[in-house]
């Protein structure tokens, strides 16, 4: 990956996150929502971005409410970087399921522990 690409992602996911922390309460009904990685693609027109959502029960709703607020999104993310790029990005959002997948491995580990200290006691 190039330096400018990874300038423009860093760039992405800064200005993103700013977005999603001002409309949380506006458009997201409190979900706090944290971008955890951005992709561009070599051109700089799409990006994909993936979300990190806290602090709701229905994560699959918030996400479709980041989809169908896509637009809007992407409007306001042209006023913030209009100056720097040519072309404002197309963007796609994927919900980001790594912080699970740590914690379901963290705990499977502390279940195993347990088991093997319960075995050497016996």
Known sequence: MSTRTEKFNREMQ?????????RMHDWFEGAFITV???STSPDLGYVKAYLSIYNTKNRQAIMDLVNLSNKQIRKDLASKIR??????????????????????????????????ESREKK
């Open 36 to 38: 955890t990685d951005v």
């Open 83 to 116: 100056k720097s790029v040519r072309i404002i990005p197309e963007l796609t959002f994927f919900e980001d399921k790594s912080l699970d997948d740590a914690l379901k491995f963290d705990k499977i580990f502390e279940q195993l522990k347990e088991e093997r």
């Open 14 to 22: 800064r200005e993103l996150g700013t977005i999603f922390q001002a």
